[in-house]
């Protein structure tokens, strides 16, 4: 096992998930729910599983597009993504 990417992998999926839907979804339902280690076993394994699903894909979409087009797709979608949420944040919904 590679410690650095590992580390690295950590680092950057955790800091990205710090505030994000997904992780305001939990903090919702654990704080609505009496069973919060169902809710952490749940969004647990749902995170997993998509971190499972992503890199299932990747190795697939490696074999067939250059790194660079997805790479620069993410970067698009990414930019985007920020864009609707600038937009629906100063529009007030």
Request: hydrophobic fraction near 55%.
């Amino acid at each position: 096992m590679d410690l650095r990417l590992f580390g690295s992998a950590f680092a950057a999926i955790f800091l990205a998930e710090l505030g994000d839907k997904t992780q305001v979804m939990t903090l919702t339902m654990a704080a609505s729910s009496n069973a919060k280690w169902s809710v952490f076993a749940g969004s647990a394994l749902a995170l997993v599983t998509s971190s499972l699903l992503a890199v299932i894909l990747a190795e697939q979409i490696e074999k067939r597009i250059n790194l660079r087009y997805v790479e620069g797709a993410a970067g698009i979608l990414l930019i985007g993504m920020g864009i609707y949420t600038l937009v629906q944040t100063f529009r007030g919904t």
